[in-house]
């Protein structure tokens, strides 16, 4: 992922939703019917999750670490919920309920008992009425670069936030699939602590929802030496932190939104971003988001890739997309169209209400 142009996805409609159910508790006793999960043979999914059955409800407590329930379960998206929380097992119950969980024993029963769609994609099914349909997760091939999808995520607005107001945002974020936030930080003093409660609610999920930080140049300077000592400073505090997102090279990956103005007293831009986000610092990956004609992008020998969402005659942002050419379901249509040129998707945004197109809560 060396000097790749990345896709900035602007979305303008769609609402993420989810809603936490109550673990099953209970447990039932037929031991003679029940195999264990690692035991059982699977088949291969197109998505790279292992189908191992269709299994009845007999062991209540089975799958019992997470559930959720969402209009847009799928067994991918349930599959995201438990990698994320670390458990290998995802099961999918009444069209609607995503369970996570380690192998525990479960009644087989025929896969035609798994008939209900999902709501999430029609063309497979999610269990059934009492009947649990599972997979096992597959882990990824560590040979090249995920793909990713995350959101931009406004910290300028989490002024009354505390720990369990990013808990509830992360989960929910990861419930639909999304894989982590760019943190879109600032210059007021507060961010810092906001941006210290996103890591650690991060942390204390589980090491899966990634986190990365976006500089909004736009709401601070860029002239000096302690401009860009702001910025080193932060990308110090969380270089070792394991949510930290960083590719396959384990390279600290660093945004922007703006910043193709900026020189931090250095003469130029290239020497100024130098200066703020590599020399000295861990290795990064640079990826910032500037407003500039694409036909420049060559001459900015400090990126090593760029979010963009415009063509070149709209790079000043001076536009509108018209909504019914450009609502969600067809911008994502484009993404999977060009999925082969893109390594990380970014949704615009997951809570900047001032500008109206937020997907968050």
């Known amino acids: 992922m060396s000097?790749?142009?990345?896709?900035?996805?602007l979305i303008q409609l769609g609402t993420l939703l989810s809603s936490s159910q109550a673990h099953e508790d209970g447990r039932r006793s037929r031991r003679s019917k029940h195999k264990r999960l690692d035991s059982l043979s699977t088949l291969s999914t197109d998505d790279g999750l292992q189908r191992?059955?269709?299994?009845?409800d007999e062991n209540l407590n089975a799958l019992g670490d997470y559930s959720s329930a969402s209009v847009t379960n799928s067994p991918s998206s349930c599959a995201t919920a438990c990698e994320l929380r670390g458990l290998p097992y995802a099961g999918l119950r009444a069209g609607i309920q995503c369970l996570c969980g380690t192998s525990e024993s479960l009644v087989k029963v025929s896969d035609s008992d798994c008939a209900i769609p999902c709501p999430g994609n029609r063309s497979q099914t999610c269990g059934g009425t009492g009947r649990r349909e599972l997979f096992k997760l597959v882990p990824k091939d560590s040979g090249g670069e995920p793909k990713l999808v995350i959101a931009h995520f406004m910290v300028g607005n989490t002024y009354p936030y505390g720990f369990q107001d990013w808990i509830t945002d992360i989960r929910a974020a990861s419930d639909n699939s999304i894989d982590g936030f760019a943190l879109n930080v600032g210059r007021d003093s507060w961010n810092g602590d906001r941006v210290r409660d996103a890591y650690a609610a991060a942390q204390a999920i589980g090491p899966m929802f990634k986190?990365?930080?976006?500089?909004?140049?736009?709401?601070?300077?860029c002239g000096s030496y302690d401009d860009a000592n702001f910025i080193r400073q932060y990308i110090a505090n969380y270089a070792n932190h394991p949510n930290q997102l960083k590719d396959s090279r384990g390279r600290i990956i660093v945004s922007t939104f703006g910043g193709e103005y900026c020189t931090f007293?250095?003469?130029?831009?290239?020497?100024g971003w130098r200066k703020a986000v590599k020399e000295g610092l861990p290795e990064t990956l640079f990826i910032p988001s500037f407003f500039s004609?694409?036909?420049n992008f060559k001459d900015y020998n400090v990126v090593d890739g760029m979010f963009y969402h415009y063509g070149p005659d709209t790079f000043n942002k001076n536009w509108i997309f018209k909504g019914d050419n450009h609502l969600y379901n067809t911008r994502w249509d484009l993404l999977i169209a060009h999925r082969n040129e893109?390594?990380?998707?970014?949704?615009?945004?997951?809570?900047d209400y001032g500008?109206?197109?937020?997907?968050g809560r």
């Not at 191992?52 to 009845?56: E, L, N, Q, R």
């Open 52 to 56: 191992v059955g269709c299994f009845a």
């Open 293 to 295: 004609d694409p036909s």
């Open 355 to 359: 500008e109206s197109h937020y997907i």
């Open 265 to 271: 007293g250095q003469g130029n831009l290239n020497d």
């Open 342 to 351: 893109i390594g990380i998707a970014e949704i615009i945004s997951w809570n």
């Open 211 to 221: 986190l990365l930080l976006s500089f909004d140049v736009t709401a601070m300077s």
């Open 3 to 9: 000097r790749t142009l990345l896709l900035l996805v």
